[in-house]
């Protein structure tokens, strides 16, 4: 029984399986590198293509070495602050390196330098640490967390009918949300024309009266049209009268 044991096994041996993690890892981060030009370059970049399981458990290290770097980052600025501005190996520089700004700069920029060889002995790839520190840490200085994200894809993987899903980083290939209904010209225009207050009454007060005359309209046509049948019923009368009279 695997109880309280964390982690997958993922069918392989533990150092195979920590191979396999880095070389995931060192995958993803390389994909943010320049790599126009070169053999393997990546088809988009921030993202790799694995199985749901691997993405899982490769996820906490990528996201473990981007907090390592960017929490170096202020003393890597601090130390940038302290270096000379001339070439290494110059007299100027001879003199800085022997000076007490060397020391200064060296306790300042000891922080960054352990935590370019955590991340080294986690990921084992010179290239992708450069890249680490470099391009994906300042990104997300402001971000507290959840630098990555999982996308399962519908379609399995062609030969073992394994899951599997999208690993990428978060804010390199992020859908645009529309956040409120697009405002066209004909609806600033007609916002632009509304009526003030004073001209809605007027207009409900010359709606009131043409009511108010077809309503009395109304009532006098019914006034003619019940006069009318009135006259019609009491004309048979008097021809039948007249009628009776000739009939005499």
């Excluded at 209904?181 to 009266?209: H, L, R, W």
């Excluded at 005359?213 to 007249?242: L, M, V």
């Amino acid at each position: 029984m695997r109880h309280r044991k964390r982690g997958r096994k993922l069918g392989r041996s533990p150092s195979h399986r920590r191979a396999m993690l880095k070389n995931l890892a060192c995958a993803l981060i390389l994909t943010e590198r320049d790599a126009r030009g070169e053999e393997n370059e990546p088809k988009v970049r921030g993202r790799i293509v694995t199985t749901v399981p691997k993405a899982k458990e490769v996820r906490p290290l990528v996201e473990k070495c981007i907090t390592i770097a960017k929490r170096a980052l202020p003393a890597i600025e601090k130390a940038r602050e302290l270096e000379p501005t001339s070439a290494r190996g110059s007299e100027s520089w001879r003199a800085w390196r022997n000076s007490e700004k060397w020391y200064e700069w060296n306790q300042t920029i000891a922080p960054a330098v352990a935590a370019r060889r955590r991340c080294l002995k986690l990921l084992g790839d010179k290239q992708a640490v450069a890249v680490l520190f470099e391009e994906i840490a300042p990104r997300y200085v402001d971000r507290p967390g959840g630098y990555t994200r999982i996308l399962k894809l519908a379609k399995p993987r062609l030969g073992d009918a394994g899951a599997q899903a999208i690993l990428e980083f978060v804010g390199r290939n992020d859908r645009v949300k529309q956040a409120s209904k697009p405002v066209f010209d004909d609806e600033d225009e007609a916002v632009e024309e509304q009526e003030t207050p004073e001209e809605n009454a007027e207009q409900q007060a010359e709606v009131q009266a043409e009511s108010e005359q077809s309503e009395q309209a109304e009532t006098e046509a019914g006034a003619e049209s019940q006069a009318a049948d009135d006259a019609s019923e009491e004309t048979p009368a008097e021809e039948s009268q007249e009628d009776e009279k000739s009939a005499e």
